[in-house]
């Protein structure tokens, strides 16, 4: 598959997408946004794929936001429209990915930046990184899912702290507030990232897979998480990594996921 706006390589397990519009400070235009979504679908179904890892490249941005150029003349349905097919193309598939989305901050984190930040599963961001929701200095509000991610990872009244005033946060206030994981310099970020993924590898990814189901499910209207996580603790018991992990404990060796 060939894409004008990502990178993607893959090494151990890995997958790395870099978001590649730099002279726009990788601002997610429409192409960006499908592009993303269409390597989201390629690597669900790549089996030598068992993390995401998703950046952005160069030094001063992850992503500065949507591209406020394509919808500056929007209407109330376009705008609508805009919201919808954003959510369902990209934001929450992330968020739902069956295997781990680690987002590595590596800069501006913006408006769908950081939206896109908050839809991964973890976050790590260098130490220049700057983060925040500015939409309402645009006359609106976050449409990609930040009104609720954003009060999810950091609690009701600094979300709207954060949202009123439509400012920007340093790494070391997102890391206070924990909408981040960890902080580092910027040249150890991606191998930050990178080991956190590979502790992440030597579990289950059956696991993994069922746990993010689980973590969701809590957050869905009309789903009881507990619910979900006795269905999904029962359905393990019949894959093979059940059964590898449980038979290495009982023969005191290490499990091995990746047979
Ligand atoms: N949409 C479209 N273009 C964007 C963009 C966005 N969200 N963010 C940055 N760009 C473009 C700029 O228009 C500029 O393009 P140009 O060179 O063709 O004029 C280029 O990226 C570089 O940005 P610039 O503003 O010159 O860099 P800066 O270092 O002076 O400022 C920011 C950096 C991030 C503070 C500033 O770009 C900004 O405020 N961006 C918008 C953030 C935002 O509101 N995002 C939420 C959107 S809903």
Known sequence: MNFNNLLLEKSEGIALLTISRPEKLNALNKQTIEELSAALDMLREDPSVRLLVITGSGE???VAGADISEFADFN???GKALAAEGQQKLF???ARFSKPVIAAINGFALGGGLELAMAAHVRVASENAKMGLPELSLGLIPGYGGTQRLAELIGKGRAFEWLFS???WSAQDA?????VNHVVPQNELIDTARSLAKKFMKNSSMAMSATIQAVNAGYEDGVNGYTIEVNLFGQLFGTPEFKEGTEAFLQKRKPDFNR
Request: aromatic share 12%; no cysteine; glycine share 12%.
């Open 60 to 62: 001063k941005a992850f």
């Open 76 to 78: 109330p349905s376009q």
């Open 92 to 94: 929450d598939k992330v």
């Open 166 to 168: 439509a400012g920007m």
């Open 175 to 179: 890391l206070s507030y924990g909408l």
